[in-house]
């Protein structure tokens, strides 16, 4: 049985917009496969890499079917191609029509090793990490290409029914009750707002704050900044301006301000009904013992709800909040392409990578020790 497709690979995005939109408007995927996503993660972080873009277009019949957002790396002599986005991807899938998904899931290892082989020309190895298993209701078309579970989850849970339903299902008398105690003890100290940001340079100040608070964060705990990285910082500002009077943000920002002063900030990205929630971060001053982060957790929630969204993720890793909110738990894998006998030995070895980081994250007692711990390391010192 011969593919049904037809593959071009482009390093420029703006190449196969107009395909690629398509595929947006009647195709499955997530908020980190949209055109706009990648083109500015390309725009502002890649060039700072040694990554080279190799996005692979594939028609089906002639028709957009599908869209792998994709960069070749080289590391040492090898040289392998990856999702586009690294850590700032959450959920990689690739964008696919219906049919071309049905179609790809009916070949074989070898027959989609061979169409990957000729787009991705020069490349040794593929792998492809934290791959979706199941993207709306859609198998992930390259699973003949997955070898093991992801060493992390995805994390969500519906709101349907609203939020007075979401918090029925969650034992949400009880976390209210304390909501609403934190706000009243935060409300001592001044007036206290909650607000989804309109106003594009207020965005940009509360994402500026986000930065600066991660950077405090982070260095206390003594782990590396990923948002410190060339070109990020200038990527998510370009998703921000991007987003502005968007029906679907790739980007907005909400803020708890308290006497006047930002405390606390949560990113988003918005994609058909589902809130994808990136980051948040909180000042670390005299309303930090009020749980802050919490406060501005909980009414994005409650506005998502009365927004109508369908849904509401927390994204991938294991954080001990996210266990009191999310009833679904999103299983990725890793998948792998060798196209040399170079590339055989790269996929041999992060093979062995992948398992022992995925041993350690399913022992679930010890990893949320590991990450109990992390939360007991000093905080920095209150301005």
């Given at each position: 049985m011969s593919s049904p497709f037809e593959v071009e690979t482009v390093a420029d995005p703006s190449v196969i917009a107009k395909e690629w939109r398509?595929?947006?408007?009647?195709?499955?995927?997530?908020?980190?496969?949209?055109?706009?996503?990648?083109?500015?993660?390309?725009?502002?972080?890649?060039?700072?890499?040694?990554a080279q873009p190799a996005i692979v277009l594939g028609r089906l019949y002639g028709q957009p079917a599908f869209v792998l957002p994709l960069a070749i790396s080289r590391y040492g002599p090898v040289r392998f191609a990856h999702w586009i986005g690294?850590?700032?991807?959450?959920?990689?899938?690739?964008?696919?029509?219906?049919?071309?998904?049905?179609?790809?899931?009916?070949?074989?290892?070898?027959?989609v090793e061979g169409l990957l082989r000729a787009a991705l020309d020069g490349a040794d190895c593929l792998f492809l990490g934290n791959t979706l298993s199941v993207q709306d209701g859609i198998p992930q078309p390259l699973g003949s290409l997955t070898d093991g579970v992801s060493s992390t989850k995805g994390y969500s849970f519906g709101l349907s029914g609203g939020f007075p339903a979401v918090l029925a299902r969650t034992n949400g008398k009880g976390r209210r009750r304390k909501i609403d105690a934190k706000q009243r003890r935060m409300q001592r100290i001044g007036a206290t707002r909650y607000a989804t940001i309109r106003d594009p340079d207020q965005?940009?100040?509360?994402?500026?704050?986000?930065?600066?608070?991660?950077?405090?964060?982070?260095?206390?705990?003594?782990?590396?900044?990923?948002?410190?990285?060339?070109?990020?910082?200038?990527?998510?500002r370009d998703l921000l301006i991007r987003s502005h009077n968007s029906q679907e943000p790739l980007l907005e920002m909400a803020e708890l301000t308290v006497a006047g002063s930002r405390r606390a900030v949560l990113g988003s990205g918005l994609n058909r009904g589902?809130?994808?929630?990136?980051?948040?971060?909180?000042?670390?001053?005299?309303?930090a013992d009020h749980s802050p982060g919490l406060v501005l957790s909980f009414r994005h929630i409650e506005e998502s709800c009365l927004r109508g969204m369908e849904s509401y993720d927390l994204g991938i890793g294991y954080e001990r909040y996210k266990s009191s909110w999310c009833d679904i738990e999103h299983e990725m894998r890793d998948a792998y392409a060798a196209f040399t006998p170079a590339g055989t030995a790269a996929v041999a070895a992060m093979r062995f990578g992948q398992m022992t980081k995925s041993g350690l994250r399913r022992n679930t007692l010890l990893w949320r020790y590991l990450k109990s711990a992390q939360s007991l390391l000093p905080r920095p010192v209150s301005r």
């Open positions: 398509q595929l947006e408007r009647t195709g499955v995927g997530t908020v980190f496969q949209r055109y706009d996503w990648v083109e500015a993660y390309v725009k502002a972080v890649l060039r700072h890499k040694d690294g850590k700032h991807s959450g959920y990689n899938f690739g964008l696919w029509s219906i049919e071309a998904a049905a179609a790809m899931a009916h070949l074989d290892r070898k027959q965005a940009l100040a509360a994402l500026d704050f986000f930065f600066e608070q991660k950077t405090e964060r982070l260095a206390v705990q003594h782990q590396p900044n990923s948002f410190a990285e060339p070109g990020v910082k200038d990527f998510f589902r809130v994808n929630v990136y980051f948040t971060a909180f000042a670390q001053d005299e309303v």
